[in-house]
């Protein structure tokens, strides 16, 4: 790839995706100076709401993309299922991180498992279903025991996904998904959930931020602890191969690599996000760098910052449950502690499953900031503000 000079402040940089994620991004990178454009449908986006401009129209909007590719020098995106095309015809003209063909491979868990495996890498066991007679197979190869049936595109937070028992149940949940293309995955005994989230730049730099660990209630991100209280050498471990894949994908901005630590000590890779991740919000609060300007520094191609640690940290995800209950939750219930730092994404309505928001808790012991992070989100649940 030719060497294209940095991208400074003063200039504007696109984002395709309007929600927490280019939201957050947007923030940081005009508070060092750029212009923000993001492409999103919806007119109330968390991030169109904070971009100096909004392009209300669907991702794949022609007179849209044009704009983008000649009024921004660099262009990102926010989430995973933004056409990849989108991404390849935004680059004829701008710099555009992560490439199309990163973000391809991880909006297909049968590539991105399969490339993992290409490269050496470990995940748990899987067969590729895209018919019902590749059931019976699969199921056998995996050897009888529980098994996760997971559609191979635009799954998340545990949407389109089904713990299976006996193939009957598999033939009935890949009947339930409409025989999409699927993969069967055995279900692992997890001991521990980690990610690593890291940066890499145009010419191969990367910038690893310490192992965090991920407590999912439900199927989503519930709480993100760090450091991981993991034994140092797994966290290593984990380092090392989100380092190798990324360099094998020459990957270029934030990466977040999710992994399962099994019971018998194994580090599998469970999957992938070509981008920021909720995971990695704790270094807006608890890193030198946050992961958005993190993101900002790759796609304009200016050094990476630092990932050192300032202080442990617990996340707290801000769920649209908490609104079920008792309406707006109190936010002085967080914003009178001192050690708590609140950010909400200007979402209008609260929905059960919906992320709203999160704080993160800091201190300098991790096992401190985990019980004083998870008495607020107690105390939240119980005051409403209204
Ligand atoms: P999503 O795209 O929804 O995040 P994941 O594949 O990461 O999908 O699954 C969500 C969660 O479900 C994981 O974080 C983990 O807690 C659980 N899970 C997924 N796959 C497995 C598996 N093979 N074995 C055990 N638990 C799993
Ligand atoms: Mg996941």
């Known amino acids: 790839m030719t060497h294209q000079p940095p991208v400074l402040p003063g200039h504007r940089i696109g984002i395709v995706g309007g929600g927490q994620l280019g939201r957050m991004l947007s923030l940081v990178a005009s508070e060092i100076g750029y212009d923000v454009a993001v492409l999103d449908p919806d007119p109330e986006s968390p991030a169109g709401r904070v971009a100096d401009e909004h392009l209300c129209a669907p991702y794949d909007d022609e007179s849209a993309l044009t704009w983008l590719k000649t009024h921004c020098q660099?262009?990102?995106?926010?989430?995973?299922?933004?056409?990849?095309d989108v991404l390849e015809q935004l680059s004829s003209q701008c710099i555009v991180s992560p490439s199309a063909a990163a973000v391809s491979i991880a909006?297909?868990?049968?590539?991105?498992k399969t490339f993992l495996q290409r490269h050496g890498l470990q995940t748990a066991p899987f067969?590729?279903?895209?018919?019902?007679s590749q059931i019976a197979a699969a199921w056998h190869a995996l050897g009888g025991g529980e098994a996760i049936l997971k559609t191979?595109?635009?799954g998340y937070d545990g949407k389109g996904q089904s713990l299976c028992g006996t193939q009957d149940e598999?033939?009935?949940?890949?009947r339930a998904m409409g025989e999409v293309p699927c993969v069967l995955e055995e279900r692992v005994a997890i001991?521990?959930?980690?990610?690593?989230?890291?940066?890499?730049?145009?010419?191969?730099?990367?910038?690893?931020?310490?192992?965090?660990?991920?407590?999912?209630?439900r199927g989503i991100l519930d709480y993100t602890i760090v450091p991981a209280r993991i034994n140092p050498s797994m966290a290593d471990k984990a380092q090392v191969l989100a380092v190798k894949l990324a360099h094998a994908m020459d990957y270029v901005g934030v990466l977040a690599v999710e992994f399962f630590i099994t019971k018998?000590?194994?580090?599998?890779?469970?999957?992938?996000?070509?981008?920021?991740?909720n995971s990695g919000h704790f270094t807006q609060d608890a890193a030198d760098t946050c992961q958005f300007e993190q993101q900002l520094r790759a796609l304009c191609q200016l050094p990476l910052g630092s990932t050192q640690l300032r202080s442990a940290a617990v996340m707290v995800n801000l769920m649209g449950d908490l609104w079920g209950v008792s309406g707006e939750p109190d936010w002085l219930v967080i914003l009178r502690d001192e050690?708590?730092?609140?950010?909400?994404?200007?979402?209008?309505?609260?929905?059960?499953?919906?992320?709203?928001g999160h704080f993160t808790y800091l201190a300098e012991d991790v096992e401190i900031a985990l019980d004083k992070a998870l008495a607020l989100k107690q105390a939240l649940s119980e005051h409403s503000g209204r």
């Open 107 to 112: 909006q297909d868990r049968i590539q991105e």
């Open 127 to 132: 067969s590729a279903i895209s018919q019902p």
């Open 264 to 277: 018998t000590g194994d580090v599998l890779i469970n999957e992938i996000a070509p981008r920021p991740h």
């Open 191 to 217: 001991a521990t959930e980690v990610s690593i989230v890291l940066a890499r730049s145009q010419d191969g730099q990367v910038a690893c931020y310490p192992a965090a660990e991920n407590v999912h209630t």
């Open 339 to 356: 050690q708590a730092k609140l950010h909400l994404y200007g979402k209008k309505v609260p929905k059960a499953g919906r992320k709203m």
């Open 74 to 84: 660099a262009v990102t995106t926010e989430f995973e299922n933004v056409p990849a």
């Open 152 to 154: 191979a595109r635009m």
């Open 170 to 174: 598999v033939d009935q949940a890949f």
